[in-house]
């Protein structure tokens, strides 16, 4: 039985904000998995028919899908406690400042280097903060996928029309590789 698990949605939300050839190795570097838990996300991404696996691309109607109808109930946005940490979903690029106003208290990731006091949104896997805050591309489809996580439904529109759009720039990467 195929049970997906958060970080498999993070690698393939990597894959598509490098827009380019990767690697197991890089991948799992890059977004604090190792190795083999990154290959065992890159197979069950396969199985659940979110990868072509002979193309090494992301099934993006797939897993447009999968995000659109399934993640908020499958993979839940948890508040929590107030803390310190890093934005994300309505507080964070692209939804504050182009769609929203910084909320008073705003979604943190916790995290010791947080500089944002507000309340604790569980990440989509453990290590999500550190993977961020060293790719902004991969940080906004994080933050984006919160907002999916545990947004209002006029959050949810506005982050559904910004991955959308993400989506579309991989596609023609992709189609120009074909």
């Not at 690029?93 to 995290?111: C, S």
């Amino acid at each position: 039985m195929l049970s997906l698990k958060p970080q498999d949605i993070a690698v393939l939300l990597k894959i598509i904000a490098i827009k380019g050839r990767w690697t197991v190795a890089g991948l799992a570097r890059d977004i604090y998995l190792s190795q083999s838990e990154t290959h065992a996300a890159l197979s069950r991404a396969e199985q659940a028919k979110l990868l072509n696996a002979s193309t090494r691309f992301v099934r993006l109607e797939s897993l447009e899908e999968f995000m659109l109808h399934g993640l908020q109930y499958v993979f839940l946005g948890v508040k929590g406690e107030l803390t310190r940490g890093m934005p994300t979903s309505i507080a964070a690029p692209p939804l504050v400042g182009k769609y929203f106003d910084e909320p008073d208290i705003p979604p943190v990731w916790p995290h010791p280097m947080g500089l944002k006091r507000g309340y604790s949104l569980e990440p989509l896997y453990k290590r999500a903060p550190d993977a961020a805050a060293a790719d902004n591309d991969f940080y906004e489809l994080l933050a984006l996928t919160d907002a999916l996580r545990e947004g209002t439904s006029r959050v949810r529109s506005v982050a559904v029309s910004e991955l959308k759009s993400r989506f579309a720039q991989y596609a023609l990467y992709i189609g120009g590789l074909k």
